[in-house]
């Protein structure tokens, strides 16, 4: 619950950051400029030298408060999970294998086959069936 809020603050925190710093006028005039430059509303409303001053301490407010936002909630996310090794995991005993009915072994797709070919099997021969007429 905390975290999804310092969460979501962080995430608000972040758009006042970007719309302070694209906002303000740098030296080369900035994206400021490029919207009406010195004489747009906000510059007239406020004033040029309190919007720059004014811009400037939110960017640098909303920088901090981000790193801040950013710490907390890295320090509070690597605690509620550790992370686990697989060898920190017991191993399996192996089990028996199933007992034996007398049925042929199936092959495995991972069982070796043997190198030389098996000998034939011979089959008792079995009279085939004589027609009846």
């Known amino acids: 619950m905390l975290y ?3 969460l979501t603050l ?3 925190d972040s758009l006042v950051l970007i719309a302070a710093v694209l906002l303000q006028a740098g030296k080369g005039g900035g994206l ?3 919207f009406g430059g010195a004489s747009s509303s906000a510059d007239a409303f406020i004033g040029i ?3 720059g001053n004014l811009l400037t301490r939110t960017s ?10 950013a710490f907390v909630l890295q320090i509070s996310s690597t605690r509620a999970r550790a992370p686990r090794s697989v060898l920190d995991q017991p191993f ?3 089990t028996a294998p199933p007992p034996t009915t007398g049925a042929p072994p199936t092959t495995t797709p991972n069982q070796a086959l043997p190198l030389s070919p ?7 021969a079995t009279p085939s069936p004589t027609p009846q007429r």
Do not use: E, K
């Open 60 to 69: 640098w407010w909303a920088g901090g408060i981000f790193l801040l936002l």
């Open 49 to 51: 030298r309190q919007a």
């Open 92 to 94: 399996a005993a192996p």
């Open 32 to 34: 400021a400029a490029s």
């Open 10 to 12: 962080l995430i608000i």
């Open 118 to 124: 098996a000998a034939p099997a011979t089959t008792p």
């Open 4 to 6: 999804n809020l310092l």
